[in-house]
């Protein structure tokens, strides 16, 4: 009776033990009673498992994950586990070391990319507000060059506030009208041409008119030569006039003889009556005949002075044909080379004007160009704009990220300090 009260209290010390390993409470060592008290050597051996695990669990609280889970047996399902937990953490701390190096480094980064980019930002910003000024400096550029810019000095009149130009003016040419002034040269050089083409047909007509008067001189002094042959044959004429008249004079003379006959005649008487009328008729026919002889001779005179003035005359205006001809030559010949000259112009005054037109369709394609480039520069003045907005919105982005940067950093070193307490080792 007495053994089964001990075994009863036995079995209740047991249990209340087993409740206190049940409720999470270790008990205190328990010491076996003798060798084949087993029950009790089975309390220890498991209250000992139950520390060491315990004790294992302590120290993976504390962040000492290079503790060893030694297992009670191969079927430990509690050891296997803590040690698959410890495994696990020590993966899992690998990992998140990793991740807090990579968010440190990605913070770090961050922070100097944003820095950068700041910089970056306020460089473009500067960059497109110079470009932006550029472009302002080349619309103006651009205005002047296509219209018209007058400056004046203006003033207040009286006490009436109104404003007045006084002083003086000025007036840049623009390209357009550059121009206008091209084409208006290239009229004037069209015109030039005109004229040199009517002056090239005028010289020409003046060389085909000079080359007939050079033939009608031709023909003058073929006709002024055949003129004075007729007149030196008219001379030799009169010289054969002239013998006849001192034939005729020397019949004249016979006048003396018909006056001996007659005399001879009244000595004869009757006999000699016939021979006086015979000599009679010779008188008169030597008083008609000296009378003939001397106006023939007078006539003959006149002609041969006529004749001789006529051949000096010939020969003047021979020698002033020839004149006028070698005058004509060089006439011609100035013609020809001014018909050279007006040729040369001609070509000239067409190469030019081609040359202007080149330089009008020139100037209205830099004048279109310009336009071009005029509205370009607005547009591109609206895109800068634009990218001044882009910049300023980046640059605030830029300094938004920074500052979200700056707490992930800090969140990166506080994750750093607390991994720091692990001891992870190597496994």
């Given amino acids: 009776m ?62 000492d994950l290079t503790t060893r889970v030694r297992l009670a047996s191969g079927e430990d399902v509690l050891g296997t586990a803590l040690e698959r ?40 910003l500067g960059a497109t507000e110079a470009l932006a000024k550029t ?28 404003t007045g130009q006084t002083g003086q003016t000025g007036k840049s040419v623009s390209i357009e009208d550059m121009g206008h002034s091209i084409r208006k040269i290239a009229d004037n050089v069209e015109e030039l041409a005109s004229v040199a083409e009517d002056a090239s047909n005028a010289t020409s007509s003046g060389r085909d008119a000079m080359s007939r008067a050079n033939d009608g001189m031709n023909d003058i002094r073929t006709t002024i030569g055949g003129a004075a042959d007729i007149i030196e044959a008219l001379g030799e004429q009169a010289g054969s006039i002239r013998q006849i008249v001192v034939v005729i004079e ?44 001397s106006e023939i001779a007078a006539i003959v005179e006149n002609i041969d002075g006529r004749l001789s003035n006529a051949v000096d ?4 205006s021979h020698k002033s044909v020839e004149e006028g001809i070698a005058r004509a030559t060089e006439v ?8 050279r000259v007006v040729g040369r112009l001609h070509k000239f005054s067409i190469e030019l004007e081609e040359a202007t037109l080149v330089q009008v369709q020139g100037a ?32 605030a982005s830029v300094s938004q990220l920074a500052e979200a940067a700056r707490p992930l950093s800090e969140q990166a070193e506080r994750l750093h300090v607390l991994l720091s307490r692990f001891r992870v080792g190597n496994r």
């Fill in 85 to 124: 937990m410890v495994q696990k953490l020590h993966g899992l701390l690998s990992e998140v070391q990793s991740m807090a190096d990579q968010v440190a480094s990605a913070a770090t980064e961050i922070s100097e990319s944003a820095a950068q980019s700041a910089e970056t930002a306020d460089q473009a």
């Fill in 2 to 63: 007495e053994s089964l009260n001990v075994m009863t209290e036995e079995l209740q010390r047991v249990g209340e033990l087993a409740e206190t390993v049940s409720q999470g409470r270790l008990p205190e060592a328990l010491t076996p009673r003798s060798k084949r008290d087993r029950l009790r050597h089975s309390l220890a051996a498991m209250a000992g498992y139950l520390s060491e695990m315990a004790s294992v669990a302590e120290k993976i609280a504390d962040g």
């Fill in 313 to 316: 005359k010939m020969a003047s």
């Fill in 332 to 339: 011609n010949e100035a013609l020809e080379r001014i018909d």
């Fill in 135 to 162: 472009m302002s400096l080349m619309s103006r550029s651009l205005t002047r060059i296509l219209g018209t810019t007058q400056t004046g000095q203006t003033g207040q009149t009286g006490q009436t506030g109104q």
């Fill in 364 to 395: 209205e394609t830099i004048a279109e160009s310009a336009r071009d480039l005029e509205a370009g520069t607005a547009d591109l003045g609206g895109t800068l704009a634009t990218m001044r907005s882009s910049i300023a919105a980046n640059a």
């Fill in 250 to 293: 020397d019949i004249a003379e016979q006048n003396l003889l018909a006056l001996n006959a007659a005399i001879e005649a009244a000595r004869a008487g009757e006999h000699g009556a016939g021979f006086a009328v015979v000599s009679e008729e010779v008188r008169k026919l030597a008083v008609r005949s000296a009378a003939s002889a």
